[in-house]
């Protein structure tokens, strides 16, 4: 047995897998999230209590061959040497750094940063958040032996092992041509004294032994470290080879497709993932819009996820006229263009719309976004989908649809529990004596296949959304954005 961990924001996850792949066991639990106004802040105990427990209700008492831990990626986990907290754990939404990162994007700062790690800078992500509280509270910088993220204080309290994977590393630190840590980048945001801070990188990935019987693990057993969750999902559905790509139609749209080379001349926009080989790094753009902007016009129709199939069908390709565009986030949208001011909209409405039209317009603008990030991104090859929108049929016809080509679904439950295990077998699957059929393992549940008069009738709609999209960045960049 195989145990995959995926802490992420809001749930901890945990999977059970038989030596084929098959899934034996998932438990759950929720995790809250505290802090107010900008601050966005969990409690490092509370979610350690959670992995163990939903470890030890997949285990059952029965030794794993092995456990690997994911989880969410960035924010800041301020721990002492035994990986004890010195103060709650900043996540990756807070948005206390903002001012910090605007600054930097005024100044060229941010720019320059792109240039050197391929890497953007964004407020909840370890460098801002490092160089707020080193201006904000310097003592508990002081207090504390690392500054990790999730994953790699689980994988702390679990085996006393201090360390990092290359996929955390990267933001925005990591050197992608050394695959260490950039002093010139750290100096950049004035952070380069606090750099002992940061856990060392593994070459592959953190491997310890539990110790302590945490979590019910026999003392020995093995315990890997990484990739964080987006990667990890790569992994789970097997993208891995150059040009293939993976979307996760979750609250954001997360899209990432696995490239050679690191592109630090293009836009500076998403990130570059280095991975276990320094020829393949995932080029992530995640956008903000996703199905919380679907959650939004379904509360607004008084309409639910369970009628989403049925109210897509109930309106034609085109909603009748009217058209959306996704970007509801208060903060804008990051990919695959940078803008705080995007704002999302309805045009084409009269009074024979009605609310299927309003959500087949949405879930069209959702897909059409997908599109321009994983164009953006280098999409060439096969496609992989996965996250919770992907549960409906619908709509997974229509992301074929304005995608143009067929959809893996990626096999369930838990990608990013299952990726998990999949490379940590293979960065130390010769430590722990043991080997899994990747491809068996990575296998979809099924090809969803575009229809061809709905992959014609959209490529004309995917150019008219551009076209909106251009236009209403101009109308954003005017003196009348409609922010205060």
């Known amino acids: 047995m195989f145990v995959g961990l995926d802490m992420?924001?809001?749930?901890?996850?945990?999977?059970?897998?038989a030596d084929d792949g098959t899934t034996l066991r998932v438990e759950s639990v929720p995790i809250a999230l505290g802090g107010r106004g900008e601050a966005v802040e969990q409690d490092v105990e509370e979610v350690v209590r959670a992995a163990t427990r939903v470890i030890g209700a997949v285990t059952e008492g029965q030794p794993p061959a092995l456990v690997a831990v994911t989880g969410q990626g960035d924010g800041l986990w301020l721990v002492d040497a035994e990986g004890r907290a010195v103060r709650p754990a900043m996540s990756w939404m807070d948005g206390r750094a903002g001012g910090l990162v605007a600054g930097w994007m005024a100044d060229g700062t941010a720019d320059r940063l792109y240039r050197r790690?391929?890497?953007?800078?964004?407020?909840?992500?370890?460098?801002?958040?490092?160089?707020?509280?080193?201006r904000r509270e310097p003592h508990a910088l002081d207090a504390a032996a690392t500054a990790a993220c999730c994953k790699d204080v689980l994988h702390l309290?679990?085996?006393?092992?201090?360390?990092?994977?290359?996929?955390?590393?990267?933001?925005?630190?990591?050197?992608?041509r050394t695959r260490t840590y950039a002093p010139?980048?750290?100096?950049?945001?004035?952070?380069?004294?606090?750099?002992?801070?940061?856990?060392p990188i593994a070459a592959t990935l953190p491997y310890g032994q539990a110790r302590g019987h945490t979590a019910g693990l026999p003392d020995g057993t093995p315990v890997t470290c990484g990739p964080y969750d987006l990667?990890?999902?790569?992994?789970?559905?097997?993208?891995t080879e150059p040009g293939d790509g993976l979307l996760i139609v979750g609250?954001?749209?997360?899209?990432?497709?696995?490239?050679?080379?690191?592109?630090l001349d293009g836009d500076p926009v998403g990130?570059?993932?280095?991975?276990?080989?320094?020829?393949r790094h995932l080029r992530a753009l995640p956008a903000m819009t996703g199905t919380v902007a679907l959650d939004w016009v379904l509360g607004l129709t008084g309409t639910t996820h369970d009628q989403l199939s049925d109210l897509l069908d109930a309106s034609p390709r085109g909603a009748r006229g009217v058209a959306a565009l996704p970007y509801l986030s208060p903060s804008g949208e990051r990919a695959p263009f940078v803008d705080p001011t995007a704002r999302g909209e309805f045009t084409g409405l009269d009074l024979r719309a009605t609310r299927e039209d309003l959500v087949r317009a949405m879930c069209e603008a959702i897909a059409f976004a997908a599109r321009h990030c994983l164009e953006a991104a280098g999409l060439a090859?096969?496609?992989?989908?996965?996250?919770?929108?992907?549960?409906?049929s619908g709509w997974l016809r229509l992301f074929a649809d304005v995608l143009g080509r067929p959809l893996r679904v990626a096999r369930g439950p838990e990608p990013g529990a299952r990726g998990a295990v999949l490379a940590g077998v293979a960065a130390h699957g010769a430590a722990i004596g043991r080997e899994v059929d990747v491809a068996r393992w990575t296998a979809p549940e099924a090809v969803v296949d575009p229809d061809p008069a709905g992959v014609a009738y959209y490529e004309q709609a995917y150019a008219d959304y551009l076209f909106r999209v251009a236009h209403a960045r101009d109308r954003w960049r005017g003196p009348v954005s409609g922010r205060p």
């Open 381 to 392: 090859g096969q496609l992989a989908v996965c996250g919770g929108g992907a549960r409906t």
């Open 8 to 17: 992420g924001t809001s749930v901890a996850k945990a999977a059970a897998f």
């Open 271 to 279: 990130f570059h993932l280095a991975t276990a080989r320094a020829d």
């Open 117 to 134: 790690t391929g890497n953007v800078l964004f407020p909840g992500s370890p460098g801002p958040l490092l160089a707020w509280l080193d």
């Open 157 to 176: 309290r679990l085996t006393g092992e201090r360390g990092t994977d290359l996929s955390d590393a990267s933001v925005p630190f990591l050197d992608p």
């Open 251 to 263: 609250t954001t749209l997360a899209c990432q497709v696995v490239v050679e080379h690191v592109d």
């Open 231 to 239: 990667p990890a999902c790569a992994t789970g559905a097997g993208v």
């Open 184 to 199: 010139d980048a750290l100096a950049a945001l004035g952070v380069e004294h606090r750099a002992g801070l940061l856990a």
